[in-house]
């Protein structure tokens, strides 16, 4: 079997399609794979589009590996965006697909009549970043329980939506389209998939490329959903998200490891799995707890009681997280509590024991901090900076104005690299970081050092 064969422009080329030429260009540095060999000219493929450029302009290379793909997400509640770094074309920034923030439902789930996909596309945009090397997957996205079940259990409003869907993309010049939904529940984890599949193959039929952003949930069944899409990206980050008790890791390398290797088993295949990396951390302002004498602490945030009897179907009792009871004993999976009078239950994995006198932090507030914004923070941090060799990245804590006690994990050049080196490591097709702009500009360094 012949070696894949590469070429690089040695200037820009826009490439030419049916004797057409087309607003997607070739740029120097950038690696493309040759699908055809002419005369006078090579075949290759730019985003959806497959087209010729001349031979004269291009100079063969040699890859020790496949170049690996590098998509990020570009978030603004507008839909009206700048290209990055003042028009940095994608071979000199590392990146090949843009996907904005640009389709979205609104209107009533009660009123199935209101519903309807709004875009905010900006064609212009599309053009801009095709000419600069870019591929753009305009981004659908709704996480709201209530329409998403609407839509997924009507086959007339999934056939609407989906035309509405087709309509823009095809507007735009899309190369492909992002699907994220989040947030409805394992009620519709058959529904969704129908919906995945009809849409999948409706875009397809178009020429487009489909990916799924895949965050954790049991309304999702990936290996499923994977036959259906081009890519699936894998959201590895919010291991411990905004409403957690207990400051952590936005994505520790164990935790992200172990989430890689449960695609993998799942039998989706490596070349169309992207590892979803974050440009983003929090910022967590803490406040003491001190346990009179052993306790649990109510660490979950989300479906939360405490129960009559050590059974689900027991009654329930109404409890908040970051809740602080006496521990009578464990056994067979709960804890047994002490509240108002009271012997309860309370299911394990919904919080964690302190000892008697141990203190421990806990979160009072949060807020995002993304990365660009962390080297100029901890210049105010004096010698609390820790290396946590089990996540792979550092953390540090300091104290506000108000002498209020902050924690922060860090999201730098290192914690991305070693993902990066899990990527490598399991051959997975490439990454998707949320969320352009809030990088450290040399996080980009890394991206190409090892993905290019």
Known sequence: MNADHYI???????ILVNGVLNERQAIPGKKYLVKKENKDSYQITIGNVTGEIPKVCCIDVAVKRKPKMTVAWLYGRDGHFDLPYNGLNASDLGLDVISPTWFHREGDPARPETIKVVSKGDREFVKSAHQK??????????????????????????????????????????????????????????????????????????????????????????????????????????????????????????????????????????????LGVPFYTRDWQEREIRADCESVLITAWEDVALYQAPQLTAVRHPVEAKTLLPLKSVKD?????????????????????????????????????????????????????????????????????????????????????????LLLQYDLAGMAAWALNQEDPSMWDVIKEKLK
């Open 8 to 14: 690089q422009v040695t200037k820009p080329l826009p």
């Open 133 to 274: 090397g870019y591929e753009v997957w305009g981004l659908i996205a709704d996480f709201n329980a209530d329409r998403n079940f609407t839509v997924f259990t009507s086959d007339a409003l999934i056939e609407k939506e989906i035309e509405e869907i087709v309509s823009f993309a095809k507007d735009l010049h899309l190369d492909g389209v992002n699907i994220d939904y989040e947030g409805f529940g394992s009620r519709l984890r058959e529904p969704y998939n129908r919906y995945v599949e009809k849409l999948s193959t409706r875009l397809k039929e178009e020429g487009f490329i489909v990916s799924d952003s895949d965050a954790w949930g049991k309304c999702y069944d990936r290996k499923t959903i994977a036959k259906f899409v081009d890519y699936v990206a894998f959201m590895a980050y919010d291991e411990t998200g905004r409403l957690d008790t207990i400051p952590g890791s936005t994505g520790s390398l164990p935790w992200v490891e172990e989430g890689i290797q449960e695609f993998l088993a799942m039998g989706i295949e490596k070349e169309r799995l992207l």
């Open 333 to 421: 999976g709960w804890y047994e509590v002490a509240k108002d009078g009271e012997t309860l239950y309370l299911p394990i994995e919904k919080g964690r024991i302190l000892k008697a006198f141990e203190r421990l932090f806990i979160a009072d507030k949060v807020k995002p901090l993304f990365a660009k914004d962390i080297a100029e923070l901890k210049l105010t941090v004096d010698g609390s900076v820790t290396f946590d060799a089990h996540c792979g990245q550092e953390k540090f804590v300091y104290a506000d104005a108000c002498g209020k006690r902050h924690e922060v994990w860090v999201e730098d050049t290192v914690s991305l690299g070693k993902r990066l080196d």
